[in-house]
């Protein structure tokens, strides 16, 4: 039973049984896990109050030396390096597995950059000034939307990259496109049903079905999604990547465009939700108008990212909603928060307007182009050449190889799986199995060196020619 | 027809006809509007191939000099300014009105901060060693739960200002605690009921709405939520404050919080959300325990968050699954991305590593446990005094006065209004009328000087002497 001396106490009663006990512990008379007295005979010993003694041990939780367990009482918690707690093990460890992404010697599905394509002096720069210049902007809470100056600087981006006459206030900013698929299914009602091209972006689906929303495939044939394809599925908001498709690589020709507008106008309440997710990267193709542009009649939500332009671990996207509905959005959802820091829109906002986005695309762009074209001529020059067709739909950031091979997909991703390569086939796109389909695969090389194809293809060229 | 001279032309031709169509459109040779010629005929004009001339388009057309309408032909862009493109003005204003916050002289009900409450130089300072030392790590994709010295830190925090055992697999970080209510309504399901005090946090209820998820209120004694009032409204998830619930600021008792995790433990299914969200400056009162720390049947979720400790325009929040519900969480959602940027993730984890964040919490507390004594004494010093009663529940950040007076609650708000000045009353965070509870006014004084608080009460004085 702990006893202490209250006689030559300096502080209130409460103060001292917890300094004393503090001791006890730091210095080691009492150990880890020890129980301590119940409050009641602790009190009763020293001659005290009960409330004395709660105080204390309160006092003892909230700063780490003791721990509670219901219906059982007080323990001495493990305060080894306590005073510096950065070093103290955090004794739990409940096995909880956190799925992680593997790891691969070659990875063409992954969308990363190396450290070296991000911008970080100038970013460095920009931010440590904003932080010292914008002190005040920095605490003001920014609208549902996000701050004025960022949703400024890319409507002006829009204008001149894409051609796009935006009002900076049809703009909203939030932390990742799926975030911004959530504030979209929420304007425009859970029960309505939202179709994904097939093959498409099969985490879209996953999305939908998370929050039990219906959602449905629409057939493309080689121009991309029909409007009869639309109209077979009775959808009301079809998600589509008309501009470079993924993982297709098709352009939508403008002639099918209006194709999918007239569907959206067909009825009240459709609408197309236009992902342009690479845009900054396709200039070899001809550059056709977002159907954001050439719509009419409020019915094209248009959406981009930066994070194949900066970093997707920068968390900053985007979405231009026609008038009509922006305005419903302010009238019904203005109560949320901007999910993006004040912090990072002030600094992208800037990185922008002083042009550096501008110049950082630029070289991005030469450094794929150039990366692209030793990857397609190392495929030509070798043992592959001829066992493979090269298919180059546009720009952007992929192309698709066709492999001449009668394997199935899965065997060929497997045995490249086994050899530390992660590749994706086409056909993992497509929602149901599509033998005419197979044998293409996906060369996103965003993330891969040039020098990594050599041996990639040599690997490939093993595979075809072992089993 | 444009012509050109290929003679002197130090540069490919695809470049020079760039440049030279570029220039005149600059001279304003070419004006905003004007048609350019097709590329055949351009091409054949200038005795030069059709492909040169899309090459010298497209770059126009990517840098914003030229745009092209489908089936119709090449444009010149309007490019007034165009050289600093972020001094034209944008052309396009559809009158979108983005609702705004009211500006006002004194303003109770902000959580705001001044910006010299943001511990700048610090965070300037570990931000740019972040981004000069971590290049890598903040490149690589974070897992759905947010990168793991981040979770790590606030595990760490969470022993040592909280007394709670965490693993940091148990944490997960998102862009606000609305996102994270998001994530909880996904994981618990949407089919679910949930609940909110009543008074209570009305933003709680328009996102339950929102959604289209039940959302009911229950009532409360001086000790809280009551377990037989979760009981009456039939619901599955209880959202409570028991650590100091706003607005009422009461602590729920440990007697309570085994009632509410009894009626959490009485059904499968049933869940409660605590919400931590001023933790770090209840130091006055005694530290209760959570209630996620004496939950033996994982039954609670914890949830606090950085915006009353830092700022709430930094846009980070955590919650704190039970072991069952966040391997669930990781099985079903781990496709989902982490909704905050690594630079600030690895950034706030290192300003809690090194202790800064506990130092910044004890300088707040100290400047706010001073500027509360210097109000509840200018308010007992002032003409005011015996119109009106203090209650101070606990400390935190925000304290009731009752005004002895029989005017409704909104005709004083609305003449403080007039006034410039905001406050709100208790019976606002009722779900429906109460009389009993009128005439409590919330000094939420986080985002006031101390000074201001003199002519308020003068303001006071005057409304309540007036009519």
């Known amino acids: 039973m702990l006893t202490y001396n209250f006689e030559d106490r300096d502080c209130p009663i409460y103060e001292y049984v917890y300094k004393c006990v503090k001791n006890d512990i730091l210095s080691g008379r009492l150990k880890p896990g020890e129980k301590l007295p119940s409050k009641r005979s602790f009190a009763n010993n020293n001659g005290i109050s009960t409330i004395t003694i709660q105080n204390a041990y309160d006092q003892l939780i909230s700063e780490g030396y003791v721990y509670t367990l219901p219906k059982k009482g007080y323990y001495v918690s493990n305060i080894e390096g306590m005073a510096n707690p950065a070093q103290t093990p955090l004794d739990v460890d409940y096995d909880i597995e ?4 593997k790891q691969y010697k070659i990875d063409f599905s992954g969308n990363e950059f190396s450290a070296e394509n991000f911008p970080f002096s100038v970013w460095t720069k920009i931010s440590r000034e904003v932080m010292t210049e914008k002190k005040e902007e920095l605490m003001n809470v920014a609208p549902v939307c996000g701050v004025n100056e960022l949703r400024e600087a890319i409507a002006r981006h829009l204008r001149s990259f894409r051609g796009m006459m935006v009002d900076p206030n049809q703009i909203i900013i939030g932390a990742g496109t799926e975030y911004l698929y959530g504030l979209i299914t929420e304007l ?3 029960d309505k049903i939202y179709t994904i091209e097939n093959p498409g972006y099969k985490k879209l689906a996953m999305i939908y079905r998370q ?4 959602c449905k495939y629409a057939a493309m044939d080689e121009q991309g999604v029909t409007g009869a394809s639309l109209e077979n599925v009775k959808t009301d908001v079809a998600h589509i990547c008309p501009n470079h498709h993924f993982p297709t690589g098709i352009t939508m020709p403008a002639s099918r465009r209006y194709e999918i507008l007239s569907w959206a106008n067909a009825r009240e309440g459709r609408y197309v939700i236009e992902d342009d997710y690479d845009s900054e990267f396709r200039t070899e193709g001809k550059p056709i108008p977002t159907l954001f542009s050439i719509d009419g009649c409020e019915k094209v939500i248009y959406m981009n990212t930066f994070s194949k332009s900066l970093s997707p671990t920068i968390r900053i996207s985007y979405m231009v909603l026609p008038v009509k509905l922006v305005r419903r959005f302010y009238q019904n959802m203005s109560f949320y928060s901007c999910t993006v820091s004040n912090f990072e ?3 992208l906002a800037e990185f922008i307007m002083r042009g550096y986005f501008e110049k950082h695309i630029n070289r991005m762009r030469l450094y794929y182009i150039r990366k692209r074209k030793r990857i397609i001529e190392t495929i030509k020059q070798s043992i592959l050449s001829d066992k493979c067709e090269i298919i180059e739909n ?3 950031l992929h192309f698709l190889v066709k492999l001449k091979t009668d394997f199935p ?3 060929i991703e497997n045995e490249l799986e ?6 994706r086939a086409l056909s993992d796109y497509y929602f149901e199995k599509n033998e005419e389909r197979e044998h293409f695969f996906i060369i996103n090389y965003s993330n891969i060196e ?3 194809i050599g041996p990639f293809l040599e690997t490939i060229e093993k595979v075809l020619s072992e089993n």
Chains 1, 2 share one sequence.
């Open 345 to 347: 829109q002030y600094t």
């Open 418 to 423: 086994k050899r530390k390569i992660r590749i």
């Open 394 to 396: 546009d720009s952007g």
């Open 211 to 214: 929050r039990e929303i219906t």
């Open 98 to 101: 956190i799925p992680q992404k």
């Open 450 to 452: 040039a020098e990594e």
């Open 188 to 190: 425009l009602g859970n």
């Open 409 to 411: 997909d899965s065997k």
